[in-house]
């Protein structure tokens, strides 16, 4: 029996290579569980981890749908504060639109450049369309020129509005403080841009080629005959010499108009209503103005104001003598009454 067992002790020891992988694996083994052993409790997971890892995923979760659902307010209120941005910069925008239409609407009627264009003329080049003024052109088959401005025409309406003034003061018109110089000046300016713009009307209506501005260019030099005429008959009180100066000077001024309307119109037909009209209201008015304007103007001024009565005078009586005795007495008297009303009257 104990060489029996030998040989398998033998076998066993004699099989060592074989077995020495095995042996040292099971002494790896049998160190491992010590290890395994030896290993500290808390350094692997327990009900007591899991727990925790449990509440803090909680935590993070609740926190997440507080991030959540503070995001959706956020965006809510983003939403509500951006639309009320956005109305406050249309209300803005429309604000300063207005305030800069309404700004340029008063700068348009405050800034004087604008007219600067209009007025903006030399004095030889007045002069010289002031004489073109009084002579007719001949061709009539291609537009003719017109001054596009202002200055010319407005000095001469002025001018005539102190002709008149000069002769309601040399004739025996009665002059009331503030009635003579707005009178003079309505007839003036209404009569220019009154008639301008019919004409205007009716060159429109005729097709002729003019605007509203060459039209007061035109009928304004066109009064500079009306100013010499008014000027001279003033002065002078003869009818005979009105009725040439009227024929001649403001026949020539009204013929330079009527040449210049010909060459803008095509038509005779237009050309004769047009032109016609013009000449008529020209003529007419300068009529007007010597004969009619001082009456026309006392009978404006007694309308408003009443007529004009002289204040009352005293004239001087004849005392009757009561007495033979008193007749010497009675005849000083009477001397002395007529020589004291004489007296204020010679003054």
Known sequence: MATTAAPAGGARSGAGPEWGGFEENIQGGGSAVIDM????????SSFEDMGELHQRLR???????AAAAEEEDGEFLGMKGFKGQLSRQVADQMWQAGKRQASRAFSLYANIDILRPYFDVEPAQVRSRLLESMIPIKMVNFPQKIAGEL??????????????????????TIIREGTLMGTAIGTCFGYWLGVSSFIYFLAYLCNAQITMLQMLALLGYGLF???????????????????LFWLLVGGLSTLRMVAVLVSRTVGPTQRLLLCGTLAALHMLFLLYLHFAYHKVVEGILDTLEGPNIPPMQRVPRDVPAALPAARLSTTMLNATAKAVAVTPQSH
């Open 59 to 65: 935590e993070e979760e609740v926190d997440a749908d």
């Open 151 to 172: 200055y010319g025409p407005l000095m001469l309406v002025f001018t005539l509005v102190a002709i008149l003034l000069h002769g309601m003061k040399t004739s025996d």
């Open 37 to 44: 052993e030896n290993m500290d409790d808390t350094s692997g």
């Open 225 to 243: 005959g009306h100013c010499i005429v008014l000027f001279v008959t003033y002065n002078i009180h003869l009818h005979a010499l009105f009725y």
